[in-house]
């Protein structure tokens, strides 16, 4: 149980380009997720915490105009990087928990390639 | 042996030797620590987690000990396989605004030769 799948798996595109990136909780809802960037040989990075029905909380030095967080549903949040540039170029990984107080569970990750 | 530098730190054994990771964490208000388990291109995988009422805590193979006094929490994996090889990492559970949310540590690289 507790399956979180991320969508697309590996993303290549212009320089400009806006992604969108799909995290679904399978098994069970979710009224928070997480998102998180990850550098090579680096840690996860927490970037934002999405609501479902509100706003999402940005962490210092995130750009919310930049990365755009939707969460529609209670099983599924978006990431959408907007006009995105090869810094952008990272693996973004969503997390989310069935239950407070409960290990967050992961997606595979989306690895963005932006040329 | 333990090295760092540059990239992760990394951790060398032998198969079948215990395997002890270390991690500091920084906030003495943290309450609940996990380790994850992430292999290459893979999103981390949940190992095994442990409360602040708790001083150890073991699962199949792998035992996690909490020391609040100086901030450390170690992983031991017992009898290392080389399915075990990947990039550890710890989290600490911080208060946030509407919800909890995990910090990781840096990582450490675990490499099992035969």
């Known amino acids: 149980g507790a399956v979180v799948s991320q969508h697309p798996s590996r993303v290549i595109c212009k320089s400009g380009t806006s992604v969108k990136i799909e995290c679904r909780s399978l098994d069970f809802q979710a009224t928070t997720m997480f998102w998180y960037r990850q550098f090579p040989k680096q840690s996860l990075m927490l970037m934002a915490t999405s609501n479902e029905g509100s706003k999402a909380t940005y962490e210092q030095g995130v750009e919310k105009d930049k990365f755009l967080i939707n969460h529609a549903s209670l099983t599924l949040s978006t990431l959408t990087v907007t006009s995105a540039h090869p810094e952008d170029s990272s693996f973004y990984i969503c997390?989310?928990?069935?239950?407070?107080?409960?290990?967050?569970?992961f997606g595979d990750g989306t690895r963005l390639s932006i040329l | 042996g333990e090295s760092v530098g540059l990239h992760l730190p990394t951790l060398s054994v032998q198969e079948g030797d215990n395997s002890i990771i270390n991690c500091a964490y920084s906030?003495?208000?943290?309450?609940?620590f996990i380790w994850y388990k992430q292999e290459s291109g893979k999103g981390p995988q949940f190992i095994i987690d442990i409360r602040s009422n708790m001083d150890k805590r073991q699962g199949q193979r792998v035992t996690v000990l909490l020391n609040k006094t100086v901030k450390h929490l170690s992983l031991q994996i017992a009898a290392t396989q080389p399915g075990d090889s990947a990039v550890y990492f710890c989290a600490e559970k911080r208060e946030g605004d509407n919800t909890d949310k995990l910090i990781f540590g840096t990582g450490t690289r675990l490499q099992v030769f035969p």
């Open positions: 906030n003495s208000a943290s309450d609940y």
């Open positions: 997390s989310a928990s069935p239950i407070d107080n409960q290990p967050q569970h």
